[in-house]
């Protein structure tokens, strides 16, 4: 996989704003994709997900595109509030019907009061 | 609800050193994932376990590390002997079954001097 070290792509957003975080994956073959949110010294936490027949799924002040032809994943979170600041990373489904995921890499969000 | 238990949280040990982690998942969970997680980066699957079984540990080395859920529920992971490159997060993760959403536990941070 690629190697990321300590620098995570950042966004910095001022509370209130919306926030659109993205995500390129690699299988084209993917059937299943996931936001995970993972504040400092936790672990990741579900945010939503979408299956690979659908394009858009929306849930509480977030939002998931899935672009299959160019392979792209977003994630709009709505009003941001600086209990959003965490790093955040989408994960697919590579493994079909044994079901592995493989997580890309994370982006470091910082909402700013 | 309870969720994913690990302990413990913190571990510091010597090189060649053994150590080991372990895990409690949700309640009625029957898949059961053991993923490492460097810093900077996304979590990556170790060994994935259905009820008693390990049906993926493609990417266990296995030469030092070894697992085990012996009831199908409780789950630990070993390293014999540490090396410094282990230092990392190991994260616990269950669901209800091998398609379901993955929940994680908060983690075990292993530094390796």
């Known amino acids: 996989g690629e190697s990321v070290g300590l620098h995570l792509p950042t966004l910095s957003v001022q509370e209130g704003d919306n926030s659109i975080i993205n995500c390129a994956y690699s299988?084209?073959?993917?059937?299943?994709f996931i936001w995970y949110k993972q504040e400092s010294g936790k672990g990741p936490q579900f945010i939503i997900d979408?299956?690979?027949?659908?394009d858009k799924r929306q849930g509480q002040r977030v939002t998931v595109l899935l672009n299959k032809t160019v392979k792209h994943l977003s994630l709009q979170i709505a009003a941001t509030q600086p209990g959003d600041s965490a790093v955040y990373f989408c994960?697919?489904?590579?493994?079909?019907?044994?079901?592995?995921?493989?997580f890309g890499k994370g982006t470091l969000l910082t909402v700013n009061p | 609800e309870a969720g994913v238990v690990q302990s413990p949280r913190y571990k510091i040990i010597e090189k060649k050193q053994p150590v080991a982690f372990w895990c409690n998942p949700i309640?009625?969970?029957?898949?059961l994932y053991w993923y490492l997680q460097n810093l900077g980066q996304g979590p990556e699957l170790l060994i994935r376990?259905?009820?008693?079984?390990?049906?993926?540990d493609s990417q266990l080395p296995k030469d030092r590390f070894s697992a085990e859920r012996l009831k199908g529920v409780d789950s630990t992971l070993k390293i014999q002997p540490a090396e410094l490159g282990d230092s990392a997060v190991y994260l616990c993760?269950?669901?209800?079954?091998?398609?379901?959403?993955?929940?994680f536990g908060p983690g075990t941070r292993l530094l390796v001097l």
């Open positions: 376990y259905e009820n008693e079984e390990a049906v993926d």
């Open positions: 993760a269950s669901s209800l079954g091998g398609s379901e959403t993955q929940y």
């Open positions: 299988n084209s073959a993917s059937d299943y």
């Open positions: 309640s009625g969970h029957n898949t």
């Open positions: 979408i299956r690979s027949n659908m």
């Open positions: 994960a697919e489904n590579s493994g079909g019907s044994n079901y592995k995921l493989t």
